[in-house]
């Protein structure tokens, strides 16, 4: 059994996770890979092509797309807001960037229960576009969904096409990512890891977004509703460990990638988050250059430039219910024993052991 195959069998045992999977490796493939445990706790085992609700690792994948559109043209980052969306022009957030949206500066604020006063897509999009600014454009790193939920209007606007559309054109064709989708049909749903009892729904979630707000924008936003498997998603860490390989320029790539905020409190990139100097989930061995994003649901995806090496990790730690934190620290760990992990030996072949 490998460290992160042991690491993670003892998540399980300490009931963090039902169950988790995970790769790490680098530009032509995986280095170790596995998964541990059922997808619930009265589930089946997982069995190697589960789906995953990535929940906020939805944002850079978002990003990408948006980051194509900026390539091509389509759209700029120094775009305002107002520019694509007639409604917000008379409001506080016409003048907000791209670029703000993406490096969660935008000054709008962030996990905020919308929907449990706007129970329809077209009242929780007015409330997003009346939220009042809680900092001035530019000044603060502020964590932001609803800012992201903005982002993903611009990027349909901007394009004249939905946004499940242009994340599939634009990032899971390339890549061959077949199993990357919003809202995942009944095969999909099938093989989904079970999230939370929910006491809004007053149901067990499966192979449906856990997030709230997302659930109410019809299963798509800018913020979460992508589901993935471990094979899509390491199909995604090699292009990134490769350099946007099949994605991007390099120049658009390393624009992307790189420090956007550092006079700020917090690292951003545009999309990324970056490695924070203190209690960054990246833990203490990943490169002060790595960048990655975290989901509320027990996701990660982490990749050092300067290494060439990405992780992967997928769980369901809101399973059965959101509370407690022990994600935080076993994530940290996970990250440390990723960047530490040897190259593999020539011969073995990556595996389930």
Known sequence: MSALAGLLAEGRERRI????????????????RGWTGSRGWDGPPL????????????????????????????????DTVGTHLPAYRDGDKADL?????????????????????????????????????????????QYSSQGFIVLGLVAEAASGQPLDTLVERLVCAPLGMGDTVFRPDAGRRARAVATEDCPWRGRRVVGEVHDENAVVLG????????????????????????GGR?????????????????????????AWQGRDPVGSPAGEVFGPDSYGHTGFTGTSLWIDPATRRYAVLLTNRVHPDRTGDAIVALRRAFHDAAALLPPVAAGRRPGVE
Do not use: C, N
């Not at 949206?101 to 962030?110: A, D, E, F, K, W």
């Not at 449990?116 to 009242?123: E, V």
């Open 219 to 242: 299963g798509v936003g800018g913020h979460a509703g992508l589901f993935s498997t471990l094979a899509d998603m390491e199909l995604l860490g090699a292009a990134l460990a490769a």
């Open 246 to 270: 099949g994605l991007l320029s390099p120049s658009a790539f390393a624009l992307m990638t790189a420090a956007h905020t550092d006079g700020l409190a917090l690292r951003r990139a545009l």
């Open 97 to 141: 960037t791209v670029r703000q949206l993406l490096t969660h500066t935008s000054g709008i604020p962030g996990q905020v229960p919308l929907y449990r006063d706007h129970p329809t897509r077209a009242s929780l999009l007015e409330a997003v576009r009346l939220l009042p600014l809680t900092a001035r454009p530019g000044t603060r790193v």
């Open 17 to 32: 996770f039902s169950g988790a999977a995970w790769s790490v490796g680098g530009a032509e493939g995986p280095l170790d």
């Open 47 to 78: 069995d190697g092509d589960d789906v995953w609700d990535l929940a906020s690792v939805t944002k850079p994948i978002v990003g990408l797309a948006v980051m194509a559109l900026v390539e091509r043209g389509t759209l700029g980052l120094d």
